[in-house]
């Protein structure tokens, strides 16, 4: 096991209604306006950011709010909250939604918090910022896990670029709310494509090749057996609170550094579904169950007893002493999975059907231009990247 710091600053308050401390634990920051930012207008129409919004009055707590934020957000989005932010004297940020708006909101606060650059160069990691707005969280998708997480993800309309921010505790929020209640009303297919962000954040630090990792080890299979049981749960009863709540901790466990302690992430599954999200703004979660088996067969023999282990603890397939067959039995397992939760396994199943000059221009961008290489199981180059979207067609 790697030596390693493990840090998770942010405060979490777990149960039913929990939302509704929003106005008291705010006092707590002495801050005296604060962004509301969400996404959509079900948020509004739902009443959440009624009551959010009346627990601050009765806090006694100044406001604006800024909706808008779309899955995949947008620099634009950004931009626009910071000059809100600067216009208003805004010095807290509220995210209320999912991984798109939290990240949207990291980055706004980023961006007033260092007006010496332009907030996208942090984005193009040619700017290191050294303070953030305070940022708290109310999560009504279990996903990203972007509310105990220390980076963000923004989507810049001049060249669709997708980028992430450099690793940061400045931008983990200070508390988030979670209450699994705020999730009944989700439409299955962000379900599970949220069920199938929260694997791939577990499985992205699990594939590799340090060993000794026992404890480590077991809390990742621990959250993809949990997650992989729950979803079936409340697909056929959306409001099962039990197993609602196992999804939502379970997406914040897998993103907030506990599962990456002694390993070394690969995380080439999300970076090539950057790319992808990025032209032809699909759902993160459905991208990701569309790559990672071609990512999957790209790499797995480099180790085959690491996705042999896989195989056997998360799907309890045997393993004897052919651990290639082992893998290639696991790897086949979770693309059952994905698509038992209708989930694709493909870019065809995903909608896109891509012609050479696509494929050649998702790996062009995802090697930023053939000046870099991504993965650690395998360090896969441009060639490496048209492979696997070409395996993925």
């Not at 707590?61 to 899955?71: E, K, N, Q, R, S």
């Not at 989005?77 to 208003?88: A, F, P």
Request: hydrophobic fraction near 40%.
């Amino acid at each position: 096991m790697r030596s390693f710091e493990y840090y998770t600053p942010t405060k979490v308050i777990f149960g039913k209604d929990t939302h509704l401390k929003i106005g008291e634990l705010l006092k707590d920051y002495n801050c005296h306006k604060v962004l509301i930012h969400y996404g959509s207008e079900s948020a509004v129409k739902s009443g959440l950011i009624h009551e959010i919004s009346k627990c601050l009055t009765e806090a006694g707590i100044d406001f604006v709010t800024l909706g808008g934020v779309v899955p995949n957000p947008r620099l634009s989005k950004v931009r626009e909250g910071i000059s809100l932010c600067q216009k208003e004297s805004v010095d807290f940020i509220l995210a209320v939604g999912g991984g798109s708006v939290i990240d949207s909101a990291k980055a706004i606060g980023y961006g007033v918090a260092n007006p010496w650059t332009d907030v996208w160069n942090f984005f193009l990691k040619t700017e290191i910022p050294n303070a953030c707005l305070p940022i708290g969280a109310i999560p009504t998708i279990a996903a990203s896990g972007s509310e105990m997480s220390g980076s963000c993800v923004i989507t810049n309309e001049d060249g669709w670029l997708k980028r992430g921010s450099t690793r940061s505790d400045l931008c983990r929020p200070k508390f988030t709310l979670m209450n699994p209640r705020l999730t009944y009303t989700l439409p299955e297919y962000q379900t599970e494509s949220g069920c199938v962000d929260i694997l791939l954040h577990t499985m992205e630090r699990y594939f590799s090749h340090d060993d000794d990792m026992t404890v480590t080890d077991a809390i990742a299979e621990s959250i993809l057996r949990t997650v992989k049981d729950s979803v079936f749960e409340v697909l056929k009863e959306p409001e099962n609170y039990v197993h609602r709540a196992q999804i939502m901790w379970a997406g914040s466990l897998a993103h907030n550094d506990l599962t990456g302690c002694g390993t070394t992430g690969d995380w080439a599954t999300h970076q090539l579904e950057h790319e992808l999200s990025a032209l032809f703004d699909v759902a993160h979660g459905a991208g990701l169950a569309a790559l990672w088996g071609s990512w999957a067969r790209y790499v797995y023999d480099v180790n085959p007893e690491r996705f042999a282990q896989f195989a056997t603890n998360v799907f309890d397939i045997p393993c004897g002493l052919d651990f290639e067959k082992t893998a290639l039995a696991g790897i086949e397992a979770m693309e059952d999975f994905f698509r038992s939760i209708k989930m694709p396994v493909s870019l065809h199943e995903l909608g896109l059907d891509l012609d050479d000059q696509q494929i050649h221009e998702l790996a062009f961008k995802c090697s930023y231009e053939d000046t870099r290489t991504i993965g650690v199981f395998k360090q896969l180059n441009m060639k490496d990247m048209e492979k696997i979207y070409t395996m993925a067609r």
